[in-house]
């Protein structure tokens, strides 16, 4: 079953966040700033819970530097990735 959830800035800005799960099950977050950086990020924890991911996104694609505001949102849920695609 392949889901999705998006997130856009509320705050002015063309980044967007959002999350897919894939046909084979596997939870990415894909990352798009609007002009050109579009990254891809496999979550990698054993069991992800989608919620708790979403609540990371929808506090990350708010700040200035979304990448590393999406890192520390993750890690203090414990929640681990790794880029797949730039």
């Given at each position: 079953?392949?889901?999705l ?7 002015g800005?063309?980044?967007f966040?959002g999350?897919?799960?894939t ?6 977050i ?12 496999r ?9 708790r ?13 979304v990448?590393?505001a ?10 681990s990735i790794?880029?797949v695609?730039?």
């Amino acid at each position: 079953m392949t889901s999705l959830s998006s997130f856009h800035s509320s705050v002015g800005t063309p980044n967007f966040l959002g999350l897919r799960t894939t046909s084979l099950g596997a939870m990415e977050i894909v990352y798009d700033d609007g002009g050109g950086h579009h990254i891809v990020f496999r979550v990698q924890s054993p069991t992800p819970n989608e919620a708790r991911i979403g609540e990371a996104l929808k506090l990350a694609v708010d700040q200035v530097r979304v990448v590393p505001a999406l890192f520390s949102e993750l890690k203090k849920r414990s929640i681990s990735i790794e880029a797949v695609a730039h």
